[in-house]
């Protein structure tokens, strides 16, 4: 007698469900149960899948038919799928193999040093570069290089996608959505970053705070700072404390509102696409020249 026997007697079906199939395929357990002349037991409440309910209402599928179905749904699907799906992933794949190629064809005394070398210029952090060298090599000792660089492989064109299609256009402008969710990724309050950040309108001006802005009224060639206030953002919250304000690449800035200083250039890097990299230039940029209003170089 199955667990269920009686539950589908008190909803009435047992009519519906018929008798039990005796003749249903055995699975491993009753077999190896069999072959050694021991009766299967199993768990005190049973849960209630597909094949449990199966042995006491044979109108339920069994596991299997269920599967069976999917699989052969998909293989009905498949030539339609291929048809469409083939031209938009054929890109795709020629990047993965055009990836897989260059990584494992190239030398690993090559390889090595290379990506140890984009390490450092990511990242400008020693501890980073060295973990990187030493997993690297870590991974060559254990037989594991090929692999590795393989896998490297894939990541190298998915980050490439990512950069190239998954910055939204909107996060660029402003937009207070994806503003949001950026913020919320860094778990950091959203409201000053908001007020902060300037926003593209209908119009072709930008929002910042409450006033309304020109295009030309940011100065795009360069970035400049507060000193005190990167000083005190670093005390308080260490290396990723300070935060670029809008209001400072104002055209007509020259002082910060909240200390009376005047805002100082930061030494922008040697590409100068990455000049807004406001992080990664701060770190290289001295802040503890500060000028009162009134006194200049």
């Known amino acids: 007698m199955a667990f269920y026997d009686k539950l589908f007697s008190a909803l009435g079906l047992s009519e519906w469900c018929g008798t039990s199939d005796d003749k249903a395929p055995l699975s491993l357990a009753d077999l190896a149960a ?3 002349g021991e009766e299967v037991s199993g768990p005190l409440v049973p849960i209630p899948s597909f094949d449990n309910l199966h042995e006491s209402c044979n109108r339920i599928w069994q596991s299997r038919d269920v599967t069976n179905g999917i699989e052969e749904g998909f293989l009905a699907a498949k030539p339609a799928l291929k048809t469409v799906l083939d031209p938009i992933t054929q890109p795709l794949s020629w990047m993965l193999d055009g990836a897989l190629w260059l990584f494992e064809a190239m030398p690993w005394f090559i390889m090595v040093p290379l990506l140890v070398a984009i390490s450092w210029y990511a990242s400008r952090s020693r501890p980073v570069t060295i973990f990187v060298a030493v997993s690297i090599m870590l991974l060559a000792l254990v037989d594991h290089y090929d692999v590795a660089m393989q896998t490297l492989s894939i990541i190298f064109v998915c980050t490439t996608i990512s950069v190239l299609f998954g910055v939204p256009k909107a996060l ?4 207070p959505n994806e503003i949001e969710r950026m913020v919320g990724l860094a778990g950091c309050n959203p409201e000053p970053v908001l007020f902060w950040t300037p926003q593209l309108d ?4 930008f929002r910042l705070g409450k006033e309304i802005l020109k295009f030309t009224c940011f100065d795009r060639t360069h970035v400049r700072a507060c000193p005190c206030c990167v000083t005190e953002a670093r005390s308080r919250d260490g290396t990723t404390g300070p935060t ?4 400072w690449q104002l055209s007509s800035m020259r002082t910060c509102h909240r200390h009376q200083c005047l805002l100082v250039d930061i030494l922008g890097p040697e590409n100068q696409s990455d000049v807004f990299d406001y992080a990664r230039v701060l770190d290289d940029t001295p802040t503890d020249r500060v000028l009162p209003v009134g006194i200049s170089d």
Do not use: K, L, P
């Not at 209908?202 to 001006?205: E, L, N, R």
């Open 172 to 175: 660029t402008n402003g937009c």
């Open 34 to 36: 069999q072959a050694g």
């Open 244 to 247: 670029h304000q809008g209001i």
């Open 202 to 205: 209908a119009t072709g001006h």
